[in-house]
């Protein structure tokens, strides 16, 4: 058993492969079809535009695979632009579309705050059942870097939000697919708790 971190030529790869190989957590690092597909748990972290991780994941023929581990409901967790992409659309340029696995849209972040969204900041829990949060407390504080946020149409699937300027959507939760706009690599102890419960969900699946 063991997890896939897909590996799609988008950064920040190695850094969650290591916060998991820190924890005892098996894993393969791969852009390989078959290696996912047979995973007991896939992640997709990332870090950079939109349509770049879109592209990249089209290009190595993921996007297909990514969609039949969600439609198997193996527990599938996207990280910061890992999450993103999996929504309809994004407007980061130019409107580009998404994996459309969640319907919503990847907006800028209003003005009035400073772009990117850069360092630590608080979640406000609001699925408090949330498997993913199992004994994380609420307010405590996760590491970001974004300058775009999700925006659900269904916010039954908001998971926990943050405080930036307006109150953005931190993470997402829908049946055993979750998405996180922080880096859970980059938060401590807190961090490394959530890929823990994840690790937990994908080998009890």
Known sequence: MYIAVIDYNMGNIKSVANAFLSLGISIEVTCSPEVIMNASGVVLPGVGAFH?????LKDLNL?????KIIEQKKPFLGICIGMQVLFEYGTEGQICSGLGILKGS???????VKIPHMGWNRLKIIKKDSRIFKDIKDAESFYFVHSYYAVPANSNIVSSTTEYGTELVSSVEAGNTFGLQFHPEKSSSCGLKILSNFADLAFKN
């Open 63 to 67: 996007h297909n695979s990514i969609g």
């Open 52 to 56: 770049d991780a879109v592209r990249n």
């Open 106 to 112: 990847v907006e800028k972040i209003p003005s009035g």
